[in-house]
């Protein structure tokens, strides 16, 4: 069993950078694949990032591959979201999640956390 917790979101200009984080607290933390979602309003949620359980590969939306760079540390049981070159198009709600292995789909998400907003003006 997984708890998540975001952090990290605010408000920034286009061409900015944040980083988010996602704190697990459940001993098997280091069993999941840990994935990046997001939503804005009005729109479906989509699939941003993932990182596997053992660390070994990640996968990245199109539309954020160069610019964003998920990781993990285990020890922490925290996973990261490194954000560059922010767009008005990145703002959303952004979501971590875990699985067991790693998928681009949300339903196959094990774990949720509630969210942090990540808005982006030009």
């Known amino acids: 069993q997984v708890q998540l917790e975001e952090s990290g979101g605010g408000l920034v200009q286009a061409g900015g950078s944040l980083r988010l984080s996602c704190a697990a607290s459940?001993?098997?933390?280091?069993?999941?694949?840990m994935h990046w979602f997001r939503q804005a309003p009005g729109k479906e949620r989509e699939f941003v990032a993932a990182?596997?359980?053992?660390?070994?590969?990640?996968d990245y939306a199109d539309s954020v591959k160069g610019r964003f760079t998920i990781s993990r540390d285990d020890a922490k049981k925290t996973v990261y979201l490194q954000m560059n070159m922010l767009k008005p198009e990145d703002t959303a709600i952004y979501s971590c999640?875990?699985?067991?292995?790693?998928?681009?789909?949300?339903?196959?998400?094990?774990?949720w956390g509630t969210g942090t907003l990540v808005t982006v003006s030009s």
């Open positions: 999640a875990a699985a067991y292995g790693s998928s681009r789909r949300d339903y196959d998400m094990a774990y």
């Open positions: 459940g001993r098997t933390f280091s069993f999941y694949g």
């Open positions: 990182i596997r359980w053992n660390g070994g590969s990640t």
